[in-house]
């Protein structure tokens, strides 16, 4: 039977949560039921219908995204992609991927962005991976400090229903400047807050402790404790202070051997602040994939470090709209990116666009995978003097 696209509302949501979950290897309840919904009630959920059945289902809604220079750009987030284990491998995210990306580029959101389950599904619709994120593991006896702010706030425990009171403006000062930062919607707070019991996976339910300083909070952190280990979901500061004082608050917990951190920025300055850096050890994963479904929109939308012009060849097989010779000149004014027939600096794919967009990698180093070609070495090094920026991506909570 064929596979029918559409996009659904309220009436369907019980369906659709239920396939999706099913499609990750979950149960949907009345919670997920619930909080799910208010969740699509504030984007698009697409389902692929078989008859009157949901076999498959994707969901995006639009939010601002910070790109560099102090900068933000309409972005479609994708969320909870998944298709059912009865029918995988029938080309049903392709299906879906092909109606995003185009309803994307007619409403004007020039980027896509998600977070992907596995690195192999996802470049195919030329989505490149735009920022990475660590995650940090370190014995609790080797965690002294050489290096610290002076601290003279405190560090207390809250309630996890006042989390929205403050979390989310700390979140948007913390990450003022930062590409990649996407703010949470008052829904998104109530699903992290939610903490549902399939995502403790053998830990307890989530803490929240806020640092304040002069009646201020200026960070935070929410973990969880498994067994003997502290494992942070999210640490949050806006100041030097907040940032020593919440990790010094990490490391003493009593009874606990080991702290885990997940999501921490690659630029995160910890390691360089400890007695014992080696200590800590440090893994880096592919955080968000990043699809630019229109580029000149995208380019002329981001501020570049130093002047400059560029001629990209630009390859696009999955969005051809987008596919063609784009002449970038950065100047101090602001950036211009138009089509031209002159001959090209660049050759690349819209995923390799992604990878640079943020700041995450550079050109050179796309050279040196094979993936991107360059007319000489120089063209390489002043795209990467362009495309540089002061902070690394991060993505501090994936939606
Ligand atoms: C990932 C998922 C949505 C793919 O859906 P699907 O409808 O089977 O994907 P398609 O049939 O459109 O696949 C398109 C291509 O991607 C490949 N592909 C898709 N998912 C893949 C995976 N997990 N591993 C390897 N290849 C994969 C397919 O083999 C196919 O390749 P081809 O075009 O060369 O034949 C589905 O497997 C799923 O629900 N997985 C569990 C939940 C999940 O991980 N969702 C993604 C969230 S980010």
């Known amino acids: 039977m064929d596979i029918d696209l559409r996009y659904i509302t309220e009436e369907h949501y019980e369906p659709f949560v239920k396939t999706i979950e099913r499609s990750f290897g979950a149960h949907a309840d009345e919670e997920s039921i619930a909080i799910f919904s208010r969740m699509l009630k504030q984007g698009r959920a697409l389902a692929a219908f078989e008859g009157e059945e949901i076999v498959g289902g994707s969901f995006v809604f639009a939010r601002q995204m910070n790109i560099p220079g102090d900068r ?35 409403r004007g959101e020039a980027l896509v962005i998600l977070g992907a389950s596995e690195s192999v599904i996802y470049g195919r619709y030329g989505f490149g991976i735009a920022s990475h994120e660590e995650r940090w593991t370190i014995d609790r006896r080797h965690t002294a400090f050489a290096h610290a702010p002076r601290v003279s706030g405190r560090v207390r425990f809250i ?24 703010a949470m919607s008052g829904v998104e707070w109530a699903v992290l807050i939610a903490d549902m019991e399939r995502d403790w996976r053998g830990a307890g339910s989530l803490f929240f402790a806020v640092y304040e300083d ?22 949050v500061a806006a100041t030097r202070a907040a940032h ?45 994939w990043l699809r ?15 002047d400059g012009r560029i001629v990209f060849d630009l390859r696009d097989e999955f969005c051809p709209w987008n ?60 795209a990467d ?9 991060w993505w501090p909570h994936e939606i």
């Open 385 to 393: 003097a362009m495309f540089r920026t002061r902070l690394k991506p």
């Open 159 to 182: 309630e996890k229903d006042d989390a929205p009171d403050s979390l989310p403006e700390v979140t948007a000062r913390a990450c003022a400047g930062r590409p990649g930062f996407v």
């Open 244 to 288: 020593a004082a919440l990790w010094q608050f990490c490391f003493g917990i009593d009874l606990r051997t080991t702290i885990e951190a997940y999501k921490v920025p690659l630029d995160d300055p910890l390691p360089w602040m400890l007695v014992e850096p080696r200590s800590l050890r440090r893994s880096t994963h592919d955080a968000m």
């Open 292 to 306: 630019i479904v229109d580029a000149p929109k995208a380019l002329e939308a981001r501020d570049y470090a130093v």
């Open 214 to 235: 002069k009646g201020k909070t200026d960070g935070f952190v929410i973990y969880r404790i498994r067994a003997e280990t502290v494992i942070v979901i999210s640490l």
């Open 72 to 106: 933000e750009i309409l972005t479609a987030v994708v969320s909870g992609a998944g298709v059912q284990p009865t029918h995988r491998r029938r080309g049903i995210l392709t299906a879906m991927m092909d109606k995003h990306l185009a309803e994307s580029r007619d």
């Open 323 to 382: 596919a063609g010779r784009y002449e970038l000149d950065a100047a101090p004014d602001g950036a211009s990116c138009k089509p031209t027939s002159a001959s090209p600096d660049i050759t690349l794919t819209a995923a390799d666009l992604g990878v640079v967009y943020l700041g995450d990698s550079s050109f050179s180093m796309l050279e040196r995978a094979s993936r991107i070609e360059t007319v000489s070495d120089d063209a390489a090094q002043l």
